[in-house]
């Protein structure tokens, strides 16, 4: 072994051992995040039934959006331009984006309170909760987001942690009032507690007076993220509501329900998501040519985990599945085959957008999710339309397949732009 081999082996084989440390915190971290989501939904399936359920659904779906908006504008500029940087100039941007989360939060609850209180009847009061509840709910998704940029994916795994453990009280009371406007109260009041454990954890107080330079100065990058994550949450609320509309609140509910039994799996793909763009930033700096692989691998990986975890599920006992989800199993099981192959889709095509992410290459990654969330939106209603919820179901399946196609089509085409032209256009400071 030459002199040069031996230094280099060591190196790679510290990166190595980094990278698994990053990405285990990161599935630690998604587990307990999941772990509190999954407890609420069998919660209030169990408790209320598969209509409230599905006004629960609803509400949950909104705050999808609303806080896709939010990482649109707050954390995915802070995760592509402040992975790996000096703790100064990571400090004063979190700092900046925690604020423009708060910011967010306020706003856009406010506008579900003044909407909730106005629609009244079985929706309107989750709505108004919600409303209330989201200011905390997107500080602390922003410092998970901040925690994981720093590579500091342990405080964020005892953030979540503790939004955990204060759940559980919370959902102890939210049982004995036995309404959806508890168990969203209980959900979003205990995610608040973990957020002001946030600001002792990183000794940064969220500066709302600087949202706007934050969002002046990452323009070119969040509003596009903006679009591309809204376009994406949109669609699935879009889709939600249609098939409320079409066949039933109570569809809602039973979508909900087939997805919850892949919560284990989802938890496992989002862990990911937390932690890839910014490994996939560091693969570009380091090493360029090996961006392709890293996506492929990453891609093709989850998309193989979710097809074994619907395997199994399929062998679950009726009692079994009748314990975990009452009422709502005998439905959502019908479901698992479609829902598990549209889970395996999307994550094929989450590799390729981390490739996108990391590239800079918002217009790229603006242009796939739009064409993915055209897909996914057609397939869903025009599904239902057809053949009620099992033909959503199957109609998304077909639909994320498309949607992945587009991603990978449009991250080899950026790649071989970055290749004649290597000046990257991300930003590190």
């Known amino acids: 072994m030459t002199t040069e081999e031996e230094r280099t082996r060591p190196k790679a084989a510290n990166a ?57 504008l707050a954390t995915d500029p802070l995760m592509v331009r402040f992975s ?29 309170l003044v909407v909730g209180v106005g629609v009244g009847g079985r929706v309107g009061p989750a709505f108004a909760c919600l409303g209330v509840v989201l200011p905390g709910l997107l500080l602390q998704d922003a410092w998970r987001f901040a925690f994981f940029a720093a590579g500091a994916g342990r405080k964020a795994f005892v953030n979540d942690l503790v939004w955990g453990v204060a759940l559980v009280p919370a959902l102890v009371v939210a049982a004995r009032a036995g309404s959806v406007a508890a168990f969203v109260l209980a959900w979003g009041g205990s995610a608040a507690v973990a957020a002001v454990c946030g600001c002792f954890q990183s000794g940064i107080r969220p500066r709302p007076t600087g949202a706007r330079e934050w969002l002046r100065a990452h323009r070119d990058l969040g509003y596009r993220y903006l679009v591309e994550n809204v376009s994406n949450s949109g669609a699935s609320q879009l889709r939600a509501y249609g098939l409320g509309a079409i066949v039933g609140v109570g569809a809602v509910g039973v979508i909900r329900g087939a997805e919850l039994l892949l919560g284990p799996f989802l938890a496992v793909l989002m862990g990911l998501s937390l932690v890839t763009v910014a490994e996939a930033a560091r693969v570009l700096r380091r090493a360029p040519h090996r961006l392709g692989p890293f996506c492929l ?103 994320t397949a498309c949607g992945s196609a587009v991603w990978w089509l449009h991250l080899r085409t950026a790649l071989r732009e970055h290749r004649q032209n290597p000046i990257p256009e991300v930003r590190t400071s």
């Open 16 to 72: 190595g051992r980094a990278l698994a440390g990053r990405l285990s915190w990161g599935l630690a971290d998604q587990a307990a995040s999941s772990l509190s989501n999954f407890a609420v939904g069998i919660y209030v399936a169990r408790s209320l039934g598969v209509t409230a359920f599905g006004v629960f659904s609803l509400a949950w779906v909104t705050y999808g959006v609303v806080l896709n908006v939010s990482r649109g």
């Open 297 to 399: 691998l990453l891609g093709g990986g989850q998309a193989v985990a979710a097809l074994l975890w619907g395997g199994a599920l399929l062998l679950v006992p009726d009692r079994l599945g009748a314990f975990v989800l009452g009422g709502v199993w005998s439905s959502a099981a019908e479901l698992i085959v479609p829902v598990t192959l549209g889970v395996a889709g999307a994550g094929l095509g989450t590799g390729a957008a981390a490739g996108l992410r990391a590239l800079g290459a918002a217009r790229r990654s603006l242009r796939a999710q739009l064409l993915a969330s055209a897909c996914y939106l057609g397939g869903g209603l025009g599904g239902a339309v057809a053949a009620g919820t099992v033909g959503s179901a199957w109609g998304v399946a077909a639909a």
């Open 84 to 112: 790996g940087v000096p703790d100064a100039a990571w400090r004063g941007a979190v700092a900046r984006s925690s604020g423009a989360a708060l910011g967010v939060g306020a706003a856009l609850g406010a506008a579900c």
